[in-house]
């Protein structure tokens, strides 16, 4: 395994790599590595000779000052994960002023409709901050392939969308929501709750299961109107921030028909104490 701090370091590395054709994989990470990131690793592995691990807390996509200062920060944890599981990675793990230098700023990017709702909507900023963290990463380790969890489906659509818009020559892979045994959508930020809450959390995904089993049965904002009042009633621990259910390639909201040519999937996300969590399911 191979670490580096520096972007000239990594550079040179992968590019000996692309020198000899190998096809080169990037699983960009913010750390707190866990069985999710694992499965994302051996899918990369996969289908790619060399793959690459970004772990880098990105302090542009924080739109809480609070959040960022809690996110767990692991990196020796992390190393010795990724050693005990697999033995031929290489690891970029730079600092802030290695990214950012002295300004830490994010570009401007236009994503349409895709960054106006859910996350978008709720995490002002958010998206540019992602953006600008995978342009540079990108251009430092030019991989051929890039790999995301469908648990943040929005981030895996902008980043669609960010690679039609810098026109970097990266084909960007979505992977499955990786789940505990009892269902919660595995996240770094999951490492903040007790295991009882931990249970607790699993609400989320039973609802999801909900929608997905009443979806096409009946009108589907009147199904969204029972979800939410299903985190009113039944609730004191978990406070809904949004339900919705949108058009999967769009994530424009839907209406009161569905179109039987799309695919619809349900979002959501939800506070655990100070711990904010999201997942989403595809319902057809
Ligand atoms: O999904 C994440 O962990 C982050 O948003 C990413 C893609 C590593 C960019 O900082």
Known sequence: MQVYQDKQGVQSTIQEFKKNSKIVGLVPTMGALHEGHLSLIR???????????SIFVNPTQFNNASDLEKYPRTL??????????FNDLIIFAPSEKEIYGNDILSEKFEFGNLETQMEG?????????????????????????????EKDYQQLQIVKKLIELTQQDVEIIGCPISREENGLARSSRN??????EQDQATFIYKTLEKARSEFGTKNALVLKEEIENLFKSEQDFLKLEYFEISDANTLEPVGETIDSNKKYRAFIAAYANDVRLIDNIALN
């Open 76 to 85: 020796e944890e992390d190393l010795k994960l990724l050693k005990q599981n």
């Open 121 to 149: 909507k709720h995490r002002s900023g958010h998206f540019d901050g992602v953006g600008t963290i995978l342009k540079r990463l990108f251009d430092v380790t030019n991989p051929d392939k890039a790999f995301f969890g």
């Open 43 to 53: 899918q990369a592995k996969h289908v790619c000779d060399q793959v690459v691990i």
């Open 191 to 196: 490492k903040r709750l007790t295991s009882k």
